[in-house]
């Protein structure tokens, strides 16, 4: 109440001398300023008079502005649409700070000397915001509350990507690019790293991680191993348990198996699977399952190894000076090692025949045998030597006599040579296998006898010695043998 009189007893005063300034209006123009500075100093000393000049309750005004020995406004106090606004300038002349409201709460803006807005603090609806700007007006980085905590996001203008620290992304950690895209994030024990669409992508969680490029994807198993896919299907395996380590190779149309441990093992199954080794200045070696190529070869072809329909096949030499083939019996063909001549021409071969006996053929150029030897039962062999007109033959009789033959080309005999225990014999064919001739050692002694046949088979003419060493002849007429005795007077006797 005393304020109140006394308010109201200065603003009478101030009518009163307003009025006398009125009507004393006509005075000089240069004693108007004077007396009205006169006047407010007696206002302001008469409030001063009339109130407690230590203490001001309130000073109220539209806007403050706090000026700096030139008139230039350093402070200014006024209001805008959200509310009251408080700025600061620079002895410049630059606005360089702003305290203000928005619809959510406070409101902070730092400009630089230039004008660019460089950092605020300002208040959203799930809490504050802290940011800053670089030099250009880009958003360097940015600190916010949210109901789900706080988050720091880092930005580059040069792509405008970012790093995400919070629930701003879809993890704890994240860096995003221009596209807004998720290149790396980190959540908990989950590392996810992307790449483009043909890029790398990497994502570990719970002891496991799994790199993605493409159509391909390894995973490292939290149990301990190694899978390795392609679209899906797998084609690397590796795993170690229970004192054993596994390596496996896959494909569609072959699988290809390795196992160390305890007994180490390599299983190739399927239609195609290969396995190479190598190392140093070693030839490579190929391990392969496929029935129309190699299951063992080194690069250079020294050594191929084949398996088709049970019969194993082994090659040795790459074929520039020949080779040799060792091929594997099965469905009833004998096993066989072959020498072969540049281009693949089988030169020899040794086997065995039917029966099982062993077998050794020799061929010409064309690759036709020209020569065989080979077993013809008990301590018997034969031996079998071809022309282009017929074959000469080395064998055994039955009772184990050796025996040399020569054949026509249609197989008749038509000249043979025989050891027998007492002596050789030799027998000469005719063109129809009838022998004309026959020589050898006579019954009755150590001389030799021989025998001339008609082309009936009957003997004609018989020449030998006796066994006191007695030549004799025989010849045959009109079909009565008339004996030519020697001077022993004994009747010759051939084989």
Not at 81 to 91: F, K, P, Q, T, Y
Not at 171 to 180: E, Q, R, V
Not at 299 to 326: C, K, N
């Amino acid at each position: 109440m005393h304020h109140s009189k006394t308010r109201d007893s200065v603003e009478a005063r101030l009518d009163r001398l307003e009025i006398q300034l009125a009507a004393s209006a006509r005075r000089e123009r240069r004693y108007r300023y004077g007396l009205g500075g006169t006047i407010g100093c007696i206002g302001v000393l008469a409030l001063l008079a009339a109130t407690d000049i230590t203490r001001i309750d309130a000073i109220r005004t539209h806007r403050l502005e706090i000026l700096d020995a030139d008139g230039h406004v350093m402070l200014a106090a006024g209001t805008d649409a959200e509310g009251g606004r408080l700025d600061l300038w620079s002895a410049s002349g630059a606005n360089l700070m702003r305290l203000a409201s928005n619809e959510h709460g406070g409101d902070l803006a730092v400009w630089n000397a230039t004008g660019v807005n460089v950092a605020g603090a300002w208040a959203t609806p799930t809490g504050g915001s802290v940011a800053a700007w670089n030099d250009t007006g880009q958003r360097a980085a940015t600190m916010a509350a949210s109901e789900h905590g706080g988050s720091i996001t880092l930005e580059s203008d040069a792509d405008e990507s970012s790093v995400v620290l919070g629930p701003g992304a879809s993890a704890p950690l994240a860096i995003i690019d221009g596209t807004g895209s998720q290149r790396l994030t980190l959540s908990g024990e989950a590392l996810m790293l992307r790449g483009d669409a043909s890029g790398l992508r990497l994502h570990v969680a719970n002891g496991a991680g799994e790199l993605v490029s493409g159509s391909t994807t390894m995973r490292l198993l939290a149990e301990g191993g190694l899978d390795l896919q392609q679209s899906g299907q797998p084609i690397l395996q590796a795993a170690a348990a229970d004192g054993e380590t596994m390596l496996r190779l896959a494909a569609p149309e072959g699988r290809a198996t390795l196992r160390a441990g305890a007994d180490t093992s390599l299983d190739l199954s399927g239609v195609r699977a290969t396995f190479t080794l190598a190392g140093g200045d070693t030839e490579s070696v190929t391990l392969a399952s496929d029935p129309d190529a190699a299951i063992i070869r080194t690069s250079d072809h020294a050594i191929s190894l084949f398996a088709s329909h049970g019969a194993g096949r082994m090659v040795l030499g790459s074929g520039e000076g020949g080779q040799i083939r060792v091929t594997g019996g099965v469905d009833g063909l004998a096993a066989a090692v072959d020498v072969l001549a540049p281009g693949g021409t089988r030169m020899a071969t040794l086997s065995t025949t039917q029966s099982g006996l062993g077998l050794l053929a020799v061929s010409d150029a064309t690759g036709q045998p020209v020569a065989v030897l080979h077993g013809a039962g008990p301590h018997r062999g034969r031996l079998s030597v071809h022309g282009p007109s017929g074959t000469a033959v080395a064998d055994a009789a039955a009772d184990g006599t050796p025996e040399f033959a020569l054949m026509t080309r249609d197989g008749r005999t038509t000249a043979a040579l025989a050891a027998t225990a007492r002596g050789g014999a030799l027998n000469l064919m005719n063109a129809d296998g009838t022998p004309v001739v026959l020589a050898g050692i006579t019954s009755d002694g150590p001389g030799g006898a021989a025998a001339f046949q008609n082309g009936s088979g009957r003997t004609v003419v018989a020449v030998g010695s006796t066994k006191e060493n007695i030549g004799r002849v025989v010849v045959e007429d009109a079909g009565t043998v008339l004996p030519q005795r020697g001077s022993s007077g004994e009747q010759l006797s051939s084989r």
